[in-house]
């Protein structure tokens, strides 16, 4: 069966560092997703991103972050400067239609 | 997209069905129900959804009433790897994002 996958599996970064988070989309699927966790917290939702352009994004989603698909399989998130509170689980979803397939996650910790 | 109220947590015997509850009260009638859940710190594992009728896979049924003001997901033969926390979600039909509640965290005991 198909499965969304994500690498680095986790991440260390120092603070102000860029990072890339990356993401293999299930194939023929057509809609893109970033979600995040704060430990202990919710399950985010980020930014959603269809026919190459976001299609709708959360107020976390701020300039500091940025999507691709670079080369019509990866699906990249970039946080340009990192900070402590971006240290998160962040997951990757891709879907057809009505449902969305989440990955296992990347384990970003900013120290 | 409406909100939903879930039990914080519930316990289940191995073996046994697990009925979780969902209350979506505000569910307008373009929106689906879904069910997801999260094993520790995994990623979310969809499980089912509907819009109006029950459904059932591999997985899980779901039942929806009849007024659509809520919603229970059964499994029904809870394995202690169904320990989990599972989320209740409403989505409409035109928008593609999930929002996560609390969710109902399920303990299954041996």
């Known amino acids: 069966e198909p499965e969304v996958t994500q690498t680095p599996s986790h991440q260390v970064t120092q603070m102000g560092q860029e990072v890339i988070l990356r993401c293999v989309p299930i194939?023929?699927?057509?809609?893109f997703y970033w979600y995040r966790q704060i430990l202990g917290q919710k399950v985010e939702f980020l930014v959603s991103?269809?026919?190459?352009?976001?299609?709708?994004k959360s107020e976390i989603f701020d300039d500091q972050f940025s999507v691709e698909r670079p080369d019509g399989s990866n699906f990249t998130l970039k946080i340009r400067s990192t900070k402590l509170e971006d240290s998160a689980m962040y997951f990757c979803?891709?879907?057809?239609?009505?449902?969305?397939?989440f990955g296992p996650g990347t384990r970003l910790l900013v120290l | 997209d409406a909100k939903t109220t879930q039990p914080t947590s519930m316990d289940c015997a191995e073996g046994r069905a697990a009925n979780l509850p969902c209350n979506h009260s505000?569910?307008?009638?373009?929106?689906?129900v879904y069910w997801y859940r999260q094993i520790h710190s995994q990623g979310p594992q969809y499980i089912i959804h509907g819009l109006k009728n029950n459904e059932t896979n591999e997985m899980a049924s779901l039942i929806i009433t009849e007024d659509r003001k809520s919603s229970t997901l059964i499994l029904p033969h809870a394995t202690l790897r169904d320990t989990a926390v599972y989320y209740c979600?409403?989505?409409?039909?035109?928008?593609?994002?999930?929002?996560f509640g609390q969710g109902t965290t399920l303990q299954v005991k041996p």
């Open positions: 194939s023929n699927h057509l809609y």
């Open positions: 979803a891709s879907g057809r239609s009505e449902t969305q397939y």
């Open positions: 505000t569910i307008s009638g373009n929106e689906y």
């Open positions: 991103f269809y026919n190459n352009e976001i299609s709708e």
């Open positions: 979600i409403v989505r409409g039909s035109n928008t593609g994002k999930l929002i």
